[in-house]
């Protein structure tokens, strides 16, 4: 998969009451690019492969934390 529009992404530590759960930020220049990462097949063929090691299904969510000038 080539992705040319991703600009960031971070993975900060959990505090320890939930190890399960992992945060994943990552910066894109727009909403649509980031839909268009979300919607594309190869990324949901790679997903379910991890979920399937993980015994779980990754939840997405949109955050608008900041706006490039």
Request: hydrophobic residues 40%; negative net charge; proline residues 3%.
């Amino acid at each position: 998969m080539s992705v040319k529009v991703l600009i960031t992404r971070t993975v900060p530590g959990n505090k320890g009451d939930r190890p399960d759960v992992f945060l994943v930020i990552s910066t894109w220049e727009s909403a649509e690019d980031w839909e268009k990462w979300l919607l594309s097949k190869e990324r949901q063929a790679i997903q379910a492969e991890i979920d399937a090691l993980l015994g779980g299904n990754t939840r997405y969510e949109m955050f608008h934390y900041g706006f490039r000038g």
